[in-house]
T-cell receptor, first 113, second 114 residues
Framework: GDSVTQMEGPVTLSEEAFLTINCTYTATGYPSLFWYVQYPGEGLQLLLKATKADDKGSNKGFEATYRKETTSFHLEKGSVQVSDSAVYFCALMNAGNNRKLIWGLGTSLAVNP | GAGVSQSPSNKVTEKGKDVELRCDPISGHTALYWYRQSLGQGLEFLIYFQGNSAPDKSGLPSDRFSAERTGGSVSTLTIQRTQQEDSAVYLC????????????FGPGTRLTVL
C-alpha cells in the first residue's frame, strides 16, 4: 500500500541555519504531496503542496519539489527562525485511494536563537 | 471565516464508557475526514464522508468505532466501551470536494481513557 517515510527527529538548529527534512514515498499512480505543520498547542495547517511531478510548492520561505524519479518531496528553508519551531508532517493523497491522507511520522524541529 | 471546529477539546473517560466526539466542518465543504493521532502511531486515517455517505470506513480500528454525518454537515464519531489504547487526539478535516482539494483540520479532541 501507499506509504510515506520522513526523517526522524528531533532536529535542532540555530537561527538562520539551512533546513532540510527528507520525505520519500511509495505510491501507485500519481499522488499529490503535502507538507503540514503543527505549531505548539495548535492544529495541523497546510504548509505547501504539489500535485504533479516537478511541481514546486512554496510558502513562508519553505519549498519542496515533487521528484517522481526519486519518489521524494524534501522540505527546505534557507534561513530558519525561532518561530519555525514545530512538528512537520509529510503526507500523500492518492486519487485512487478515496483521497485520504497517508502520513509520515512527523519531524520535530527546534530552532534556537 | 470559521474553520473546522471540534468538541469537546478534551475528554477524560473511564474504561468501558462510551464517548461521542463532534466535528463541525467548514460551511459548504462536502468531504469530511476523521484521523487519529497517537504516540508511536502517528496520524492514521479512520473514515471519510462524501455528503452523508461513508465510502471508506477502512481505517476504523474495530467495531466499537462508528461515525455518522447528518445534513451533509456535522459529524459524530462514537467509541463504545472505550479501552486505554483508544487514548489519542482525534482530528477532523474537511475539504470542498473529494478531489485533490486541501483538507483543513480542526484543533482536535484529546481523549484520555483511564
Amino acid at each position: 500500500g501507499d506509504s510515506v517515510t520522513q526523517m526522524e527527529g528531533p532536529v535542532t538548529l540555530s537561527e538562520e541555519a539551512f533546513l532540510t527534512i527528507n520525505c520519500t514515498y511509495t505510491a501507485t499512480g500519481y499522488p499529490s504531496l503535502f507538507w503540514y505543520v503543527q505549531y505548539p498547542g495548535e492544529g495541523l495547517q497546510l504548509l505547501l503542496k504539489a500535485t504533479k511531478a516537478d511541481d514546486k510548492g512554496s510558502n513562508k520561505g519553505f519549498e519542496a519539489t515533487y521528484r517522481k524519479e526519486t519518489t521524494s518531496f524534501h522540505l527546505e528553508k534557507g534561513s530558519v527562525q525561532v518561530s519555525d519551531s514545530a512538528v512537520y508532517f509529510c503526507a500523500l493523497m492518492n486519487a485512487g485511494n478515496n483521497r485520504k491522507l497517508i502520513w509520515g511520522l512527523g519531524t520535530s524541529l527546534a530552532v534556537n536563537p | 471565516g470559521a474553520g473546522v471546529s471540534q468538541s469537546p477539546s478534551n475528554k477524560v473517560t473511564e474504561k468501558g464508557k462510551d464517548v461521542e466526539l463532534r466535528c463541525d466542518p467548514i460551511s459548504g465543504h462536502t468531504a469530511l475526514y476523521w484521523y487519529r493521532q497517537s504516540l508511536g502511531q502517528g496520524l492514521e486515517f479512520l473514515i471519510y464522508f462524501q455528503g452523508n455517505s461513508a465510502p471508506d470506513k477502512s481505517g476504523l480500528p474495530s467495531d466499537r468505532f462508528s461515525a455518522e454525518r447528518t445534513g451533509g454537515s456535522v459529524s459524530t464519531l462514537t467509541i463504545q466501551r472505550t479501552q486505554q489504547e483508544d487514548s489519542a487526539v482525534y482530528l477532523c478535516a474537511s475539504s470542498l470536494t473529494s478531489g485533490r482539494d486541501t483538507q483543513y483540520f480542526g484543533p482536535g479532541t484529546r481523549l484520555t481513557v483511564l
